[in-house]
Antibody
Framework: EVQLLESGGGLVQPGGSLRLSCAAS????????MTWVRQAPGKGLEWVST????????YYADSVKGRFTISRDNSKNTLYLQMNSLRAEDTAVYYC??????????????????WGQGTLVTVSS | DIQMTQSPSSLSASVGDRVTITCRAS??????LNWYQQKPGKAPKLLIY???SLQSGVPSRFSGSGSGTDFTLTISSLQPEDFATYYC?????????FGQGTKVEIK
């Protein structure tokens, strides 16, 4: 069974940093691109970042480009999101998700499945 | 960026009703469109991929259609467990944008 377990969320002050982790199991981690999606309280879903299976290719939403860094450790089956210069508008539940197909990270014939349970990041003074 | 617009934003329906949710893309995305269901406090769950392919394990009362810019998610006979928020997502290009969501509530 595929499982994704996020951790690392919490309360941080504006301008601070936080690193999220997503521990994966039940599939060949290196074969799949992975993604972070966030959801602000009471709001919809926002794609944040995607990384290819090898880690060579990364993609970011404009809202986080230059502040967030996605990475992965394929030896530990773990996905990361380093978040710097955090703002109040970054407050959200952050989900990690696995690509449905083991293909290129920018292949449009794909989907996110499954998703982790999410970890809450609150940016507030 | 490709904008995804869902309609309606919310709807009230009864058990057994046929429900249709529409998603429109700001430019053609072929059939690179997915649908997700999200219940309160839970992670989204994939329902439909590639516009019309039913994800394994998803009840057959869910169906998707469309191509280009206009897409539809249909629930043929609404069940109590279907009351949730539904999101479309284009995966044609980055950023992989979502619609704003459609909340299906009990009438």
């Amino acid at each position: 069974e595929v499982q994704l377990l996020e951790s690392g969320g919490g309360l941080v002050q504006p301008g601070g940093s936080l690193r999220l982790s997503c521990a994966a199991s039940g599939f060949t981690f290196v074969s799949y691109a992975m993604t972070w999606v966030r959801q602000a309280p009471g709001k919809g879903l926002e794609w944040v970042s995607t990384i290819s299976g090898s880690g060579d290719s990364t993609y970011y939403a404009d809202s986080v480009k230059g502040r967030f860094t996605i990475s992965r450790d394929n030896s530990k089956n773990t996905l990361y999101l380093q978040m710097n210069s955090l703002r109040a508008e970054d407050t959200a539940v952050y989900y990690c998700a696995k690509d449905g197909r083991a293909t290129a990270a920018d292949d449009p014939y794909n989907w996110f499945d499954p998703w982790g349970q999410g970890t809450l990041v609150t940016v507030s003074s | 960026d490709i904008q995804m617009t869902q309609s309606p934003s919310s709807l009230s329906a009864s058990v057994g009703d046929r429900v249709t949710i529409t998603c429109r893309a700001s430019q053609s995305i072929s059939n690179y469109l997915n649908w997700y269901q999200q219940k309160p406090g839970k992670a989204p769950k994939l329902l439909i991929y590639a516009a019309s392919s039913l994800q394994s394990g998803v009840p057959s009362r869910f169906s998707g259609s469309g191509s280009g810019t206009d897409f539809t998610l249909t629930i043929s006979s609404l069940q109590p467990e279907d009351f949730a928020t539904y999101y479309c997502q284009q995966i044609y290009s980055t950023p992989r944008t979502f619609g704003q969501g459609t909340k299906v509530e009990i009438k």
